[in-house]
């Protein structure tokens, strides 16, 4: 890989250090050449530090470590993002994040769906939500719903009608969605079993 580690006078580039798994932001350190060198040897994230002008392994003191994943380089090759799997927290303070952030999975606009979901059947009977009725009727019904939604989504997949096939698959996810509130559960718990099976 090409990196510029000459364009700065201190010799070091901006290394970006990101969950391969969450894709969360961890933390920003800075390697020199030896230090890159040393991250590909090792697999661990090893940075030069400038307050102690030294070579510094992420979690030599702590044993909260950066297993390395992947490494890119940008389009100017003076900055690199590396993907890792961290081992404990990341920050000297404890968190997470050097940002003081849960490092937990997010599933974009679903995660926003679960949200909307819970808080519905947190004030179920305030609202006159559709979400909140489905709450009121309780576990059959849901699950009614999410059997329903599932068969009219195998016979879309047999026919040619791309919009109702997606449309049916919406439908069918959202009502899963509220499934998993109505038993206690998210994506992120689903998430955990799937990658126990990796």
């Known amino acids: 890989m090409k990196i510029d580690f000459n364009k700065n006078k201190d010799g070091l580039v901006p290394a970006i250090i990101q969950d391969a798994s969450t894709k969360n932001v961890l933390m920003l350190g800075y390697m020199n050449k030896e230090s ?12 030069f530090s400038r307050s102690k002008k030294r070579l ?47 490092n937990k999975s997010s599933f974009g606009f679903l995660s926003q769906l679960e949200e909307v979901i819970r808080n519905r059947k947190e004030n179920q009977e305030d609202s006159k939500s559709y979400v909140a009725s489905l709450f009121r009727k309780g576990m059959n019904k849901i699950a009614q719903k999410v059997g329903e939604e ?49």
Do not use: M
Not at 39 to 45: G, N, R
Not at 158 to 167: A, G, P, R
């Open 36 to 47: 890159y060198e040393q991250t590909i040897a090792t697999k661990k994230v090893t940075f």
């Open 56 to 102: 510094w392994k992420k979690g030599e003191e702590s044993g909260n470590i950066l297993n390395l994943v992947d490494i890119k380089s940008d389009c100017d090759h003076d900055a690199l993002l590396i993907t890792v799997d961290p081992v404990g927290p990341t920050c000297h303070t404890g968190s997470d994040t050097c940002w003081d952030q849960e």
């Open 150 to 198: 599932a068969v009219e989504v195998v016979i879309e997949a047999k026919d040619d009608n791309e919009e109702l096939f997606l449309n049916e698959s919406a439908d069918l996810l959202f009502h899963y969605l509220i499934l998993l509130q109505a038993k206690g559960y998210t994506l992120k718990d689903v998430e955990e079993v799937l990658k126990s099976r990796v």
